[in-house]
């Protein structure tokens, strides 16, 4: 794995290259990790290799591992590439940290400047006590990294696709799409995911989504247990167990979500999109109200142990966990004001619709199952009376 410094765009990091055979570690590192001419630009830096990882450190390293757990949380929301808590030697920090004093963009010039700052004076924010290594998180590089469809985070946009139809409009989702014909699905899987995503971003403050979205086309399909699966590759077993046709849908993949925790920041980008949001699905709303009710103690207890989890197992300040907490209660009490009056509905149900589609599939499926099943058992012989 080649480790080299993120030149380009606004923020500092660290970026992960698998290689190929052919290339050495050494070799890339020294030619390709520092500011090339021509080649490193302000919001692009081409290397060879496959790009995997990122690693980030302080508030982005918080932002980004506090709003993989909640996605998840919350139902898996949206598309959120796993990160996780991490550490580096804080000697090889440094010298990654060298070949970024130079880079594409003033702003992440200036951002590595602070870190190699705040790292040799041991700042508590990104160095554990001993002085010796450097603490982040280390997040999967999101498919689409290289596409920038801004236009589906774009207010203005977004109200232009036909996804936003159905989830601004006050009729009921029943009566806008067609739930009985497959055409349906690709609205409703976008409306799911920009409503999803939306909600997360509200929570967390998030500022920095325009340009860290992606929209990929996935094969999602219905197996023969009634399960709705999705994936951009599909082996010859998965295609075995489908029982529905494999449909190409595009799907809302998230990309770096780090900049988030902007506590002060009274305007998000997608609030527009938010107040106009007539409909969300059952699962985010019943995750969210049941957070903020473990969040207020709503079991003996649990509102401690949230803060404990959040602290110790996604490694969020205790300052940053209090604002995100006042952040949710907010959220979750504006939509739950906004179901009770009918101003939301919950009628946004992508997999639910898809399962309803091709009922018919799966109970022949399981019918043929069990009755291979019952043809297989061995019929037991009544033993011949002895003379």
Same mark, same amino acid.
């Given at each position: ?7 380009h ?11 190929p ?6 070799t ?8 090339r ?5 302000k919001?692009?830096?081409k ?6 990882a990122?690693?980030?450190? @302080?508030t ?9 757990y909640?996605?998840?949380l ?10 996780t *808590? ?5 000697q ?6 060298d ?30 006590p001993g002085g ?12 689409g ?6 236009d *589906? ?8 696709h ?11 989702v029943a @009566?806008?799409?067609?739930?009985n014909?497959?055409?349906c699905?690709q609205?409703?899987a ?7 995503g939306?909600?997360?971003?509200s929570?967390?403050?998030?500022v ?9 086309q996935?094969?999602? =399909?219905?197996?023969s247990?009634?399960?709705?699966k999705?994936d @951009?590759k599909?082996?010859d ?13 595009k799907?809302?993949? =998230?990309?770096?979500?780090d900049?988030?925790?902007?506590w002060?920041m009274n ?6 999109i938010?107040?106009?949001?007539h409909h969300? @699905?059952?699962?985010?709303y ?6 903020a009710g473990l ?11 949230i803060?404990? *989890?959040f ?6 300040s ?25 101003d939301?509905?919950?009628d ?9 589609l *091709? ?16 043809s297989?058992?061995?019929?037991e ?7």
């Open positions: 794995m080649g480790v080299v410094p993120k030149l765009n606004t923020s500092a990091g660290i970026e992960i290259y698998q290689l055979s052919t290339e050495n570690k050494e890339f590192e020294k030619t390709e990790g520092p500011y001419p021509g080649v490193t630009k919001y692009s830096n290397r060879s290799g496959k790009k995997v990122k690693f980030k450190v @302080d982005m390293a918080e932002s980004g591992l506090a709003c993989f909640m996605s998840r919350l139902g898996h929301l949206v598309e959120v590439p796993p990160a *808590y991490r550490t580096m030697d804080i090889e920090f440094e010298k990654v940290g070949q970024a004093r130079t880079t594409g963009h003033p702003s992440c010039t200036e951002a590595w400047a602070t870190l190699r700052s705040r790292v040799k004076s041991g700042s508590p924010k990104l160095v554990l010796q290594l450097v603490f982040g998180s280390l997040a999967e590089n999101p498919r990294e290289n596409s920038s469809p801004e *589906y985070w774009t207010v203005g946009a977004i109200r232009g036909s996804f936003y139809r159905v989830l601004s409009s006050r009729s009921a @009566d806008i799409l067609n739930l014909d497959v055409k699905l609205d409703l976008l409306a799911q995911d920009m409503t999803r939306v909600i997360l971003d929570i967390f403050r998030q920095d989504r325009l340009g860290n979205i992606s929209i990929a996935l094969q999602r =399909y219905v197996t247990e009634g399960k709705v999705w @951009d599909v082996s077993k998965d295609k075995a167990e489908a029982v529905s046709p494999l449909l190409p849908l799907r809302i993949m =998230y990309k770096d979500n900049d988030g925790m902007n002060g305007s998000i980008s997608v609030t527009p938010l107040n106009e949001t969300i @699905d059952q699962t985010i019943n995750r969210l109200q049941w957070l969040m207020q103690d709503s079991e003996p207890g649990s509102d401690a142990k803060r404990d *989890y602290m110790n197992v996604v490694h969020t205790s300052d940053n966990y209090d604002k995100l907490k006042a952040s949710l209660l907010k959220q979750a009490e504006s939509l739950k004001s906004r179901v009770d009056s009918k939301i509905l919950l946004l149900d992508f997999e639910g619709t898809m399962k309803k *091709y009922a018919k599939e799966v109970e022949a499926a399981q019918a043929a199952k069990n009755a291979a099943k019952t297989a058992t061995p019929v012989e009544t033993p011949t009376p002895a003379p």
